[in-house]
């Protein structure tokens, strides 16, 4: 490698590590904040206390919402992930240009703004009653997920070795064994992935939540955001800083995922081989 082309690498490497820091550092300024012993959001001085954390898992405001939150969550995962495995080997199958169009279509939650989802679930929601209810939210949060694993199935099946179903079709096996215990083993690295992804969304999702929740349904995120309007009680941070253990574990987790896969395909290869 020349100098110049060495140079021009490192140029990127830290312009790269500077906007990502720029954008992820404010992120965990919360962690501080949690740890403050004083009743307002401040950075802590000389002593650290975990009161608020103490508070958050033992309110019964505060484990309400927690426990909404992960009901709602798991609901919309399990919904999304079924959704999206169907609709995705659904069009790998079929494979054509109207099933592009479908694809295009599934993946308009991700397109339109928030805001604007937002304000349509609301609209549908209110007349068919599902206002303020955790039925309505669930298949919210799954609408809003399922294009994730859309995305995540279909890149699987783009790499899945169509030899293998043929195989299975081949020596009796019928579509719903072919689909059972083979191709759904064999993309399971994206149904996972996606199900991650699907969860983290439902999880944090906020703007669709305040439009459509009042008072039955109040998530974690919408007590924090009523929180943040109404006074600045440190325990708002100590919620983000779960929250954004919980992301970065279920993205951990899912590369884990992905290692181990990919690990297992190499043994195959070399035995193969």
């Given amino acids: 490698m020349d100098g110049r082309r060495g140079w021009g690498w490192f ?10 820091l720029f954008l992820v550092l404010p992120i965990f300024i919360a962690v501080p904040v949690s740890l403050t012993p004083k009743r307002f959001l401040s950075m802590p001085e000389g ?3 975990l009161r608020h954390y103490v508070k958050l898992f033992t309110s019964e405001e505060w484990l309400s919402s927690i426990g909404q939150s992960t009901l709602i969550a798991v609901s919309a995962t399990v919904v ?11 069009l790998w199958r079929l494979s054509s240009r109207f099933s592009e169009a479908i694809r295009g279509l599934l993946l308009m939650p991700l ?11 609301y609209r ?8 303020d209810s955790f039925a309505g939210m669930i298949i919210a949060h799954a609408i809003l997920g399922a294009p994730f694993v ?9 790499n899945f070795d169509l030899r293998l179903e043929q195989a299975s079709r081949n020596l009796g096996a019928s579509i719903g064994q072919t689909l059972r215990y083979v191709i759904i083993p064999g993309i399971r690295p994206g149904i996972l992935s996606g199900a991650v992804f699907a969860f983290i969304l439902s999880w944090d999702e906020i703007v669709v939540t305040l439009f459509i929740s009042k008072f039955n349904v109040f ?9 943040i309007r109404e006074h600045t009680d440190p325990t708002i941070a ?9 992301t970065v574990g279920g993205i951990i987790i899912q590369v884990a995922a992905a290692q181990r896969r990919k690990r297992a395909d190499q043994i195959l290869a070399a035995g193969a081989g």
């Fill in 11 to 20: 140029a990127m490497v830290v312009s790269t590590w500077t906007v990502l």
């Fill in 238 to 246: 100590a919620a983000a800083t779960a929250l954004i253990l919980l």
């Fill in 150 to 158: 859309i995305i995540t199935v279909s890149t699987s099946l783009a």
């Fill in 80 to 90: 999304a992930t079924l959704l999206g495995t169907v609709c995705a080997v659904g």
């Fill in 219 to 227: 998530t974690l995120p919408r007590r924090m955001w009523d929180g």
């Fill in 111 to 121: 397109i339109v703004p928030p805001i604007v989802s937002a304000l349509a679930f």
């Fill in 124 to 131: 549908l929601w209110n007349d068919l009653r599902l206002v």
């Fill in 47 to 49: 002593t650290l206390s």
